[in-house]
């Protein structure tokens, strides 16, 4: 009887996670499907319309629903990374390396005090004395530099870019430092679904504040291409009032949309983006970087408030100002339909939980 050739069969191992998206223009063509679905599902459940909404979630999930969503973001950020960009402008302000705990005008005054002291009694002091004092002068300027960790939120993370650089270390084996952590910078890294170890599953929506006190609140607050993909004016409009709160005064939050958003929409300009993000409360700190496809801001929550019975009469006509959709603009050319609303629950606070 002859002997049958016994073949190798190699086992089909099922991947984990699907590989990642290369084509550009799938995934330009996956995000911007995944988004007008969304739109007309929101719209159909505020409808009622039951059916239409089961129709559409069909549609999203022969896509790939949420998950291929993200794969198609990421081939985007690899063109734009916003993590360079967020790391490259804390470097420059020095926050990359911690906060220091003592602000520098008290530095600096403390400084010119000691220094006055010095000069005004250096003719009866001995050498050593002086030279005591000058070491015990250091050690004081020493300690008013030191620094705490930088607090930074992402909100809607696609990578861990920035978390690995809050893991990053410096040193190590036939070094003769040892091994410490090269930036003072502590990150939390959320999104709806996670798509990576590290990537909290959180909803910024429904996220409590961190403290009551608002000075122990999140130093920076990076919230990159999310709000394009907020369904609703009104919706957007409470994100960018909680990006506010979440933030302690003097904090950074570094913001991107798609230009689209502010080109092609006939609601909304860069000049009222900015407008309304005035009107929360932000302070225009940057837009200087250039993109084709990308608009990015830096905008701060000032240190200072103005005087309350001020504010409160700015902010009312401002949210009487944006409080509903007002065409700015006229023509089939634009064709995004972008808006922000906001109400007086947002731009104040009032609607805001708490964790302690």
Not at 105 to 111: N, V
Not at 229 to 243: A, F
Request: charged share 30%.
């Amino acid at each position: 009887m002859p002997k049958t050739k016994k073949t190798n069969v190699k086992k089909r191992v099922t991947p984990l996670a699907p590989p990642p998206m290369r084509s550009r223009k799938k995934a330009r063509h996956v995000t911007t499907t995944f988004h007008k679905l969304t739109r007309q599902r929101d719209v159909a459940e505020r409808n009622g319309q039951v059916e239409e909404v089961q129709r559409i979630e069909d549609q999203l999930n022969a896509m790939g629903g949420r998950r291929e969503y993200q794969r198609a973001s990421q081939v985007s950020v690899s063109y734009f990374s916003t993590s360079k960009w967020v790391l490259g402008y804390l470097t420059s302000n020095g926050w990359l390396f911690g906060i220091p705990t003592v602000p520098e005008e008290t530095e600096t005054a403390s400084l010119r005090t000691d220094n006055e002291g010095n000069d005004s009694s250096s003719s009866s002091r001995s050498s050593v004395v002086t030279r005591d004092d000058t070491a015990r002068q250091k050690r004081k300027k020493t300690q008013r530099r030191e620094r705490r960790c930088t607090t930074l939120l992402e909100v809607g993370a696609i990578n861990t870019e920035l978390l690995d650089a809050s893991k990053k270390t410096e040193g190590g084996i036939g070094s003769r430092t040892e091994v410490s952590l090269k930036y003072k910078l502590r990150v939390r890294s959320i999104d709806l679904h996670s798509i990576a170890d590290g990537i909290e599953e959180a909803d910024f929506l429904k996220m409590p504040v961190q403290h009551r006190d608002v000075n122990k609140r999140y130093d920076v607050i990076v919230c990159s291409m999310v709000l394009n993909c907020v369904t609703s004016p009104e919706v957007r409009g409470e994100m960018i009032g909680r990006l506010y709160h979440h933030l302690r005064p003097g904090g950074l939050c570094f913001l991107t949309i798609p230009k689209s958003c502010l080109t092609l929409s006939p609601y909304v300009n860069n000049e009222v983006f900015v407008r309304i993000l005035k009107a929360v409360g932000f302070v225009l700190q940057e837009t200087k970087k250039e993109s084709p496809k990308v608009s990015f801001f830096v905008v701060k929550r000032p240190e200072l408030g103005r005087q309350q019975q001020q504010q409160q009469q700015v902010d009312d006509a401002d949210i009487a100002h944006f409080s509903r959709v007002v065409k700015i603009r006229q023509g089939k050319k634009f064709r995004n339909d972008f808006s922000v609303c906001l109400s007086r629950d947002s731009v104040l606070g009032t609607n805001l939980t708490y964790l302690d």
